[in-house]
């Protein structure tokens, strides 16, 4: 099966820019995550997604950070505007189901660089 | 709150030798453990869940909740086990569960 796609692959802004990251999930998956992954740490959790309904989002910034799956399939994760400390790794997640007895998939992620 | 730690960045082995990955954990519920890894230039992926009792890739790991621990033991290193590996919590809330990640440690296996 196809796996978790995500673009663009790198991205460089300058702080106080915006930018926005695609993820389209495994096929059939109703779950999506996004996370953030900060230089020498793991994965951090920033929303969670069930079909289009938002599930979990605590740890979302929310006062710059912004994500939708308007049709419950693919989805985007913008950030406006962006500081220095929002470079970091950002990657998607799709699972069959929100329970954790199915596996998540990973894209590959994006890479952001704020200057 | 639950938190995973992995006290060491790297570790570096020769082939053929043991291997032990350090995962703690702190969850007052009960908790769910799993090992992810990633290779070089691949995407992050599961290795192994404590629930499944399995031995993937030669690699288990014991939930020991006395310690609250979840180590990752390989007896003979190979070249290819070389990733970068996190140790990861599921905290249940509802019906939803969410992972929490460490730091990950780096395993280097030297030929």
């Known amino acids: 099966e196809a796996g978790v796609a995500q673009s663009p692959r790198y991205k460089i802004i300058e702080k106080r820019q915006s930018v926005a990251f695609w993820c389209n999930p495994i096929?059939?998956?109703?779950?999506l995550y996004w996370y953030q992954q900060i230089l020498g740490q793991g994965p951090k959790l920033l929303i969670q997604?069930?079909?289009?309904?938002?599930?979990?989002d605590s740890q979302l910034p929310k006062d710059r950070f912004s994500a939708e799956r308007l049709k419950g399939v693919d989805s985007t994760l913008k950030i406006q505007p962006a500081k220095l400390e929002d470079s970091a790794v950002y990657l998607c997640?799709?699972?069959?189901?929100?329970?954790?007895?199915?596996?998540?998939?990973f894209g590959p992620g994006t890479r952001l660089t704020v200057t | 709150a639950q938190r995973v730690t992995q006290p060491e960045k790297l570790l570096s082995v020769f082939k053929g030798a043991p291997v032990e990955l350090k995962c703690n954990y702190s969850?007052?519920?009960?908790?769910?453990l799993f090992w992810y890894v990633q290779y070089s230039r691949q995407r992050l992926q599961l290795l192994l869940r404590?629930?499944s009792r399995e031995s993937i890739k030669g690699f288990t790991a014991d939930l020991n909740k006395g310690e609250t621990s979840f180590h990752l033991k390989k007896p003979f290193a190979q070249e290819e086990d070389s990733a970068m590996y996190y140790c990861?919590?599921?905290?249940?809330?509802?019906?939803?569960?969410?992972?929490?990640f460490g730091k990950g440690i780096t395993l280097s296996v030297r030929p």
């Open positions: 404590h629930i």
């Open positions: 997640a799709s699972s069959f189901e929100r329970h954790l007895s199915y596996e998540q998939y």
């Open positions: 997604f069930q079909n289009n309904g938002v599930v979990d």
């Open positions: 969850y007052s519920g009960s908790p769910e």
């Open positions: 990861a919590l599921s905290a249940r809330s509802g019906a939803n569960s969410k992972l929490t």
């Open positions: 096929s059939g998956h109703a779950t």
